[in-house]
C-alpha cells in the first residue's frame, strides 16, 4: 500500500529565505508520482510540481523544486525566496502508474514571516 | 475561467436532505474524482470514473452516489445529509495515462445542521 509521510505540522521561515519541506513515501512499485499541492486558507487545492518515478532530474518550477531522493524515498519541496503569500498548508502526494486516487500526506502549515 | 469548476461553491442545509454537487471541467481529461476534506486532514477518495461507463468507489463511498453524465461532468449527491458529512468537497480530473498530477476545483463547503 502507498503512504505518505510529511513530519512537520508546521514550519516558520523569514521572507525571502528558503524553506524545505519534508516528505517520505512508501510504495513497493516501480512507476509512480509524486506531486505537491498548496492549499492557502480560501481552501482551494493548487497543483505545484510533479516527479515522475523514472525522472532523473529533479523537478523544478519557478520558485518550487523538488528534492528527489529514490533510493531514501524521499521528496522534499523546496521553496526558494520565500514570500508572504506562500503561507498556506503544503501537501505531499503520489499516485501509481495504474492507481486510482492520490494518497495525501497530513501536510505541513508554513508561515512566512516578514 | 476555470478549467474545473465546481457548484456550488458553499452550501448550508438540514439533515435528511438530498444533496447535489456539480462538477464540469474543460481539460478534456477522462478521468474524473470526487474527494472530502475535513478539518486539519488530507483528502479522502470518495469515488472515482475513468470515462463516462466507469463508476468506481473509493475509501469512503457510504451515503454517496456518482453520475457522470458526460465526459466533462461528474456529480456527487447525498441522498440523505448528515452531520458527519459537513466537510470541504473536491472535484478533481486528470489524465487517462500514467501517474499524472491530478487538478482539483476550488472546492464545496458543505455543512449540514
Known amino acids: 500500500a502507498q503512504k505518505i509521510t510529511q513530519t512537520q505540522p508546521g514550519m516558520f521561515v523569514q521572507e525571502k529565505e528558503a524553506v524545505t519541506l519534508d516528505c517520505t513515501y512508501d510504495?513497493?512499485?516501480?512507476?509512480?508520482?509524486l506531486f505537491w499541492y498548496k492549499q492557502p486558507s480560501s481552501g482551494e487545492m493548487i497543483f505545484l510540481i510533479y516527479q515522475g518515478s523514472y525522472d532523473e532530474q529533479n523537478a523544478t518550477e519557478g520558485r518550487y523544486s523538488l528534492n528527489f531522493q529514490k533510493a531514501r524515498k524521499s521528496a522534499n519541496l523546496v521553496i526558494s525566496a520565500s514570500q508572504l503569500g506562500d503561507s498556506a498548508m503544503y501537501f505531499c502526494?503520489?499516485?501509481?502508474?495504474?492507481?486510482?486516487?492520490?494518497?495525501f500526506g497530513a501536510g505541513t502549515i508554513l508561515r512566512v514571516k516578514s | 475561467d476555470a478549467d474545473v469548476t465546481q457548484t456550488p461553491r458553499n452550501r448550508i442545509t438540514k439533515t435528511g436532505k438530498r444533496i447535489m454537487l456539480e462538477c464540469s471541467q474543460t481539460k478534456g481529461h477522462d478521468r474524473m474524482y470526487w474527494y472530502r476534506q475535513d478539518p486539519g486532514l488530507g483528502l479522502r477518495l470518495i469515488y472515482y470514473?475513468?470515462?463516462?461507463?466507469?463508476?468506481n468507489k473509493g475509501e469512503i463511498s457510504d451515503g454517496y452516489s456518482v453520475s457522470r453524465q458526460a465526459q466533462a461532468k461528474f456529480s456527487l449527491s447525498l441522498e440523505s445529509a448528515i452531520p458527519n458529512q459537513t466537510a470541504l468537497y473536491f472535484c478533481?480530473?486528470?489524465?487517462?495515462?500514467?501517474?499524472?498530477?491530478?487538478?482539483f476545483g476550488d472546492g464545496t463547503r458543505l455543512s449540514i445542521l
Open positions: 502526494a503520489m499516485t501509481l502508474e495504474y492507481g486510482n486516487k492520490l494518497v
Open positions: 470514473s475513468f470515462d463516462v461507463k466507469d463508476i
Open positions: 510504495t513497493s512499485d516501480q512507476s509512480y508520482g
Open positions: 478533481a480530473t486528470s489524465p487517462g495515462t500514467g501517474p499524472r498530477p491530478q487538478h
